[in-house]
């Protein structure tokens, strides 16, 4: 009878040991998805970081040249005679950064 007792522990001992194996693998596979995730959210913070700080400076830019459209138009409304057309070239070169013909 002894024996037989020594089985059913034995039994129990390795449906336990196969148990805590398949606990294991399942906290294992847990862990290896939130670091993943984890990664992720790192990669996708540096490439948000990255864009809205692109998108800040082109923001920036359009500020400055609406400011400098916005003196200029004053200017112009102030005193017509400046705004000549030698002036619109040289104010439209400043703006759009490249030489301007009118043709």
Avoid at 70 to 81: F, L
Wanted: proline share 1%; net charge neutral; aromatic share 8%.
């Amino acid at each position: 009878m002894a024996r037989a007792g020594g089985i059913t522990n034995a039994v129990n001992v390795g449906i336990a040991v196969q148990a805590d194996w398949e606990n294991r693998e399942f906290i294992s596979h847990i862990s290896l998805n939130v670091r993943r995730l984890f990664e992720f959210l790192l990669q996708f913070e540096a490439t948000t970081k990255r864009k809205l700080a692109s998108l800040n400076e082109k923001l920036d830019t359009l500020e400055r040249r609406l400011e400098l459209l916005e003196v200029q138009v004053g200017t112009a409304s102030a005193n017509p005679s400046l705004f000549s057309m030698e002036n619109t070239k040289s104010a439209f070169s400043k703006i759009l950064g490249k030489s301007f013909t009118f043709d």
